[in-house]
Each structure stands twice: as C-alpha cells, then as structure tokens.
C-alpha cells in the first residue's frame, strides 16, 4: 500500500492522540515531591461528585497497534532534530515553540519536517 505524505502526517498526528489517550496507572511516573496526603477537596460539591464527569476513550488494541507502528516510522528520519520536530507538529504544536526547541527558523524547521516525511515515505513504500 502506497502512502502519500498527507497520510503520513495524519497517523502521525493519529498517533500522538492515541499516545496521549493511554491510560496512565498511578504511581507510573516519577514522583515529584514526595507528597502522600490525599487530594484536599475544597468545595462540598466535589466532595459527593457533583461535578461533571471526566470520561477518557481509551484507546482499542488496533488503535495501539497502528501508534507502534507509526512510531516505529521515525526511525528512518536520521536526524534526531527532525524525528523530534515531526512529533511536536504531530502533537499539535505551533512553529515558533518548534524552532525555539531545536533552533532553527520556521522555513528551515519545514523544510526539514518535509525531507522527514519524504524519508518516511521511501522507507516504508519500498
């Protein structure tokens, strides 16, 4: 199966939604200041659940197979720079946080997120 660029970008994108979606265990990441106390609860209503609730998707197996994959795309860009500037469009974020994380101007950050996509595509089309 052939893939162009666009579709490229867009299970990038896929899959740093599916990433974020993921459930996250307590106690999975590191802990930051050591606090043991529960959560102080500063209003009644949220003592009884009041409030709306938060539902997350969860993402389906299928859905984390596809984000494996796509993740695994990112090997074949070779500069660190651009796997890293290609994620954080995928991510969402807008060109000038790019460029002030990597260090380059927005036309070379696009330029370079382009030839990335460009690799990509050889790599998985061969």
């Given at each position: 199966m052939m893939l162009t660029t666009t579709q490229i970008v867009d299970r990038l994108e896929l899959a740093a939604s599916t990433l974020r979606r993921l459930p996250n265990p307590p106690r999975s990441t590191p802990r930051r200041d050591g606090n043991t106390w529960p959560q102080v609860i500063h209003d009644v209503h949220e003592a009884y659940g009041y409030n709306k609730p938060q539902l997350r998707a969860v993402p389906s197996a299928r859905d984390i197979a596809?984000?494996?994959e796509?993740?695994?795309?990112?090997?074949?860009?070779?500069?660190?720079?651009d796997r890293k500037i290609l994620w954080m469009r995928a991510e969402g974020y807008r060109w000038r946080p790019i460029c002030i994380q990597v260090g380059l101007?927005?036309?070379t950050a696009h330029h370079r997120a382009m030839a990335a996509v460009l690799a990509i595509q050889r790599a998985i089309n061969r």
């Open positions: 596809f984000m494996e796509t993740i695994n795309w990112l090997r074949h860009v070779p500069r660190t720079d101007t927005r036309s």
